[in-house]
């Protein structure tokens, strides 16, 4: 079942959005969008071609698919089609047209608390028990939602939202169009410690969070301020839930990081970049540009070359992967004996890395 869309379309004005071909039942009503297995005659859905999926498209009821030219030969004759190259992208248009985004009214809620000497632009609009501090500055057509701190000499740019429940700590800087989820943390100390005689001393952070344009940042993640650098994100950044950014990270243009994945203090991620779910990324290394990590993969040196990379046991029967983890603790031996015998026969192998 379908959230009801709040801006409706007959399937011609939305072939019309999207520059397509408009296909016969050109005046049927699209009231929402949902997936091919629960799509009605009323929804809109989106078919890739993947034949993973060919069985529940040839048996859609929806009234309306986006789709490439192999996944129109796989619908039902009847159901209309929006056939372009790249469905996912036209399908993301097209919700954007069906559900557009409600704006609430320039203004400050009577419950806010602004500092004096702070700047907010009138077009802004800052909701319920919103905080900001002394020097901050939040520019045109802002959006801070309810509950969020804004600490002093922050800087957030044009048409940034927080959507509510967010925390930005002194001095951080949060460019234009900006998407911030509930529950992000931005400019906490990050864990800079020092031994003094067996004791844990705590080392005074003092750098910032720089934060590009036309960044995401999903709910529950949190971003470290420098200890002495800035941690930066770069523009085109998107970020998941629940990702840990620690102390002095850059994280290049444009790259994506699913949730649950943690950037130890001053690794460095190239632009173009992709860490999937459950990444980790030990402290002062650094990725290329285009590099691409599968998840749950733990990255323990630099990577200098483009390309997929991955590590981590697949899922296994327990009893095997007992087995092959007693085998595993065996391998250095089992190494130096092949060597050995590798020597007794004569050969001159080629042991490459491929790091």
């Given at each position: 079942?379908?959230?009801?869309?709040?801006?409706?379309?007959?399937?011609?004005?939305?072939?019309?959005?999207?520059?397509?071909?408009?296909?016969?039942?050109?005046?049927?009503?699209?009231?929402?969008?949902?997936?091919?297995?629960?799509?009605?005659?009323?929804?809109?859905?989106?078919?890739?071609?993947?034949?993973?999926?060919?069985?529940t498209a040839s048996n859609t009821g929806a009234g309306l698919v986006v789709t490439n030219e192999t996944g129109q030969a796989q619908l039902p004759a009847d159901v209309p089609a929006l056939v372009v190259d790249e469905p996912r992208l036209v399908f993301a248009r097209l919700l954007e047209r069906l559900y557009p985004r409600q704006r609430p009214e320039p203004g400050i809620h009577e419950t806010a608390v602004i500092a004096a000497d702070a700047e907010v632009d009138p077009s802004a609009r800052l909701g319920a028990h919103v905080t900001v501090g002394g020097g901050s500055r939040i520019a045109a057509d802002v959006e801070v939602g309810p509950g969020c701190l804004i600490g002093e000499n922050v800087s957030i740019g044009v048409?940034?939202?927080?959507?509510?429940?967010?925390?930005?700590?002194?001095?951080?800087?949060?460019?234009?169009?900006?998407?911030?989820?509930?529950?992000?943390?931005?400019?906490?100390?990050?864990?800079?410690?020092?031994?003094?005689?067996?004791?844990?001393?705590?080392?005074?952070?003092?750098?910032?969070?720089?934060?590009?344009?036309?960044?995401?940042?999903?709910?529950?993640?949190?971003?470290?301020?420098g200890a002495l650098d800035d941690t930066v994100i770069d523009d085109g950044v998107k970020l998941d839930n629940l990702i840990q950014i620690a102390h002095n990270v850059r994280?290049?243009?444009?790259?994506?990081?699913?949730?649950?994945?943690?950037?130890?203090?001053?690794?460095?991620?190239?632009?173009?970049?992709?860490l999937g779910g459950g990444v980790g990324l030990a402290g002062h290394l650094t990725l290329a540009d285009h590099v691409h990590v599968t998840g749950m993969s733990m990255v323990t040196r630099s990577i200098h070359r483009p390309g997929v990379y991955s590590a981590g046991t697949p899922l296994d029967t327990n009893e095997r992967w007992h087995r092959n983890a007693a085998r595993f603790k065996q391998l250095d031996r089992l190494v130096r004996r092949v060597r050995q015998l590798e020597k007794q026969l004569g050969d001159t192998p080629t042991h490459e890395d491929d790091s």
């Open positions: 079942m379908s959230i009801q869309a709040t801006s409706t379309a007959t399937v011609a004005e939305l072939a019309e959005v999207v520059g397509a071909s408009v296909p016969a039942d050109s005046q049927r009503v699209i009231t929402g969008a949902a997936s091919l297995a629960s799509a009605g005659d009323r929804d809109v859905a989106y078919y890739d071609g993947d034949r993973k999926s060919a069985g048409g940034t939202r927080l959507i509510g429940r967010v925390t930005v700590l002194a001095d951080t800087v949060i460019g234009a169009r900006c998407v911030i989820q509930p529950g992000v943390v931005i400019g906490s100390d990050g864990f800079g410690l020092a031994l003094d005689k067996g004791a844990w001393r705590r080392v005074p952070q003092v750098g910032r969070v720089v934060i590009g344009n036309d960044v995401d940042i999903g709910a529950n993640t949190t971003i470290d301020r994280v290049g243009a444009h790259s994506a990081i699913a949730g649950c994945a943690g950037l130890a203090g001053s690794s460095v991620v190239g632009r173009h970049c992709t």
